[in-house]
Nanobody, 120 residues
């Protein structure tokens, strides 16, 4: 099993910054992609940012130019740097990991989420 624990959420004013962290532990797959998703009240969960095991990244259009995703493979940790935050960024942010078996099959894991609230 893989455990994912997010941290770094909180209350921030519009225009402010936060850095989320997600630490993975347990039986971590040698090859894994990691991502950040968010879910606002009454809305579906959506992809925010994604980073592959070799460092390729993908960001949602709504956060391009403001957010950045990175990972430290030695620490099994993925980060989400969020700048120029807007009220519409308010949501619970979830960390995810997609682990790859040698057969090509995959297994998905999720953290419990961390609340980000952008408000004055």
């Amino acid at each position: 099993q893989v455990q994912l624990v997010e941290s770094g959420g909180g209350l921030v004013q519009p225009g402010g910054s936060l850095r989320l962290s997600c630490a993975a532990s347990g039986n971590i797959f040698p090859i894994n992609d990691m991502g950040w998703y968010r879910q606002a009240p009454g809305k579906q969960r959506e992809l925010v940012a994604y980073i592959t095991s070799v460092g390729s990244t993908n960001l949602a259009d709504s956060v391009k130019g403001r957010f950045a995703i990175s990972r430290d493979n030695a620490k099994h940790t993925v980060y989400l740097q969020m700048n120029s935050l807007k009220p519409e960024d308010t949501a619970v942010y979830y960390c995810s990991m997609k682990g790859y078996f040698s057969s090509g099959a995959t297994s998905d894991y999720w953290g419990r989420g961390t609340q980000v609230t952008v408000s004055s």
